[in-house]
């Protein structure tokens, strides 16, 4: 579970962001862009990007939680990490035709999203109310991904490649979007993988799969790295079943002859043996060729002899028995990846991977996608991030990258988890407020994001979590497990309780948090304002006392915050917490 309080070292003090989300982003480094992807990726230059990986929504109509980890219930919370819920309205309409006056989409993309118009949103006799609904969903869905494709294709540079992750939930569509964009000939490969063990869905065949469909911009040179796989044990058992114990391990008995009469050196007999007889002609295996050095205008037999001195070669007892050539297992580096992953296992509950984030995806998976379709150097852009896996694969396999989410919750996590890897490279956070009037405009565009980004972003040198906002909290917006002191601390109960306002401050507020903190029997308050305190305000804060912590200072028992003092970085009027 993805738990800041545990990361002590690795969460920076202080986050410099750089850019308003109006501006265009400098390219010069790897950069954490917050905000909607549709805002950002009109600002990245055209054929930026070496490759494209999105795990988008899935068009599956649930509303998915982040859990954040800890045995107390304060700090055991599931937070809202996206909806995927999707309607159709007529706001949704007024975008989609704006688009289609503007020009945003293709010609055969055009024809095709006016098709799904009139099939899903016009065409609604002798449909249940319900089935229409659910079409006019999936219609919202597809003017929300539509634009999007449109614009990643801009910025992806000819020959890279795209993988869009997904499920059975809109997967036809999503591939027709995908055709209608990159062409049927850019089409490389449907991968299949097995995402869980097994499902009971009732009245048809268990659904454990995902879909990753991969495909290549045409015009330019296609990277391609092939990556391989384990054997099966089985198949290892069976076929590496010999072993000379002279240290090289088991081998299996391959072929030394190739189909079809050769009039070359290759066609001569070799060792008294005349394969010519049989329509075959002798041929010296290329591994064991590069193994030894051999030149490759040495003649077919001379390999054979130097492969001979070098003992890789079995020769039978009986008299006229063919040679075979011995090919060991520990030369070997699997069998190339297939387009149907069943070796790389979804994360379990118990993962040392897992972060609580609800569809991550497990590293392995996106370290063969990202080796197999980019070299180092090469930039990875993924723009719909939730957690960064893909952003971790790609800093730690030395590629470049640019992760977005409309999140901050998940530009948190993202730095959490560059900070654990080491020799990590310097990267931006861009897209967060840096003046308090962006701040205020956060604030009025999203209560929820304004909360999470005081919590997760200003409050990250306390370490803090986010609690539920939505409505039931409480007056609950993040709580701050306390350090112990002197070993004196009630490790299940010292904490700081966090309430956010993004309002007009009222005395109300502070009578609000003093009876959170009673209420949950917690140590201290603190109340994060966008705007400045009233007298009033600070006088109660100042009645309710102070804490006595175990190093034996006192600290204020409610503690009055500001987003500008918080975003100014002036230490001396940060908040006082023991331990920090």
Known sequence: RYSPCRLKATVPCRILYGLAKESSPDMSSNMLLYGDNALWLPRLPDECADMIYLDPPFKSDQVYNAIYGGDDPLLNAQIQAFDDTWRWNSKVEEKFRA??????FPEDLEDQMRVWYRRLVLTKAQVKKKDQTARESLMAYLVAMAPRLVEMKRILRPGGAIYLHCDDSADAYLRHLLDALFTESGFRNELIWKRTSAHN??????RIHDVIFYYCKSGGEVTWNPQCQPYDPEYVKKFYKYDDGDGRGPYWRDNLTAPGVSNGDAGEPWRGIDVS???????????????????????????LDAIDAAGMIYWPDKPG????????????????AQDVILDIPPLKAWSAERLGYPTQKPRALLDRLILSSTNPGDLVVDPFAGCFT?????????????????????????????????????????GSPTELSAAAALAEESKRQFQEWVVLGLLSRYHAIPSPSQGADGGIDGVIPLRPLMGSLDKDRDRCIVSVKGGKPKALDVDEIIGSVTR???????????SQPTREMVKRADAAGRYTAGDGKTYPRIQIATVETLMNGTTDDDPELPGF
């Open 99 to 104: 688009d289609l006056d503007a020009g945003v």
């Open 390 to 430: 893909s952003i971790e694969s790609a800093e730690a396999n030395g590629r470049r990258w640019i992760g977005i989410d409309i999140t901050y919750q998940g530009i948190a996590m993202a730095i959490d988890r560059l900070g654990k890897l080491e020799g990590c490279s310097d990267y931006r956070v861009l």
């Open 321 to 336: 028995g063919m040679p075979c050539r011995k090919s060991y297992l520990k030369d070997k580096k699997g069998v190339p």
């Open 201 to 206: 869905d009732p009245k048809r065949f268990g």
């Open 520 to 530: 949950h029997k917690a140590q201290m308050g603190m109340l994060v304002l966008l």
């Open 277 to 303: 007889a049989i329509s075959r002609h002798w041929s010296a295996p290329r591994e064991a060729c590069e193994q030894l050095g051999l030149p490759k205008d040495m003649p077919t037999r001379q390999k």
